[in-house]
T-cell receptor
Framework: DADVTQTPRNRITKTGKRIMLECSQT?????MYWYRQDPGLGLQLIYY???????NKGEISDGYSVSRQAQAKFSLSLESAIPNQTALYFC??????????????FGPGTRLTVT | GENVEQHPSTLSVQEGDSAVIKCTYS??????FPWYKQELGKRPQLIID?????GEKKDQRIAVTLNKTAKHFSLHITETQPEDSAVYFC????????FGKGNQVVVIP
């Protein structure tokens, strides 16, 4: 697995607060992703980045923004948190394998609760 | 974009029996099909994948099959054990992964 770390691992915040979730990776992978997972549901893509200057919206980008500060760092911000953003958030990295397919590796997740 | 569907949503099997999860996809350009296992409260972990140039791949008790004509691929788990209980996600990609919604597999001891 890629060394993908997420901070914080757990966070409780209040409605209307701005919050940032951070993701770092040490394997030099060029692609990075942010997903949201609601209880009992699948993975929804929020934003993705193919390199530092390339940021793209995913399926559910409203209410979120991202910053790719460096190849190794990809941050997700909730500008004004609301209760229905309570979820488990995963960062992931993508790297080409020997056959030039992009394998994807997930971080440990951040559990966010908005009260 | 790519649309991936998984069936069934929940699957219960007796320990020692086999489990099969099937996924369908919509984009014929997709050429990479990974499967992820997610245990409760943990990250999804890549367990096996198949590329469009092969029809079947095995790794110990798990195997994947791919039918590009019908646009479906399946995960087969043989001799199931309690530690196989998890949510399994399939995905399809030609450049970006699209995930299915996941299957809850419960292995009954």
């Amino acid at each position: 697995d890629a060394d993908v770390t997420q901070t914080p691992r757990n966070r409780i915040t209040k409605t209307g607060k701005r919050i940032m979730l951070e993701c770092s990776q040490t394997k030099g992978h060029d692609r990075m992703y942010w997903y949201r997972q609601d209880p009992g549901l699948g993975l929804q893509l929020i934003y993705y980045s193919f390199d530092v200057k390339d940021i793209n919206k995913g399926e559910i980008s409203d209410g979120y923004s991202v910053s790719r500060q460096a190849q190794a760092k990809f941050s997700l911000s909730l500008e004004s948190a609301i209760p229905n953003q309570t979820a488990l958030y995963f960062c992931a990295t993508g790297a080409l394998d020997r056959e030039e397919y992009y394998e994807q590796y997930f971080g440990p997740g951040t559990r966010l609760t908005v009260t | 974009g790519e649309n991936v569907e998984q069936h069934p949503s929940t699957l219960s099997v007796q320990e020692g029996d086999s489990a099969v999860i099937k996924c369908t996809y919509s984009d014929s350009a997709s050429n990479y099909f990974p499967w992820y296992k997610q245990e409760l409260g943990k990250r999804p972990q890549l367990i096996i994948d198949i590329r469009s140039n092969v029809g079947e791949k095995k790794d110990q008790r798990i195997a994947v099959t791919l039918n590009k004509t019908a646009k479906h691929f399946s995960l087969h788990i043989t001799e199931t054990q309690p530690e196989d209980s998890a949510v399994y996600f399939c995905a399809a990609s030609d450049n970006r992964l699209a995930f299915g919604k996941g299957n809850q597999v419960v292995v009954i001891p």
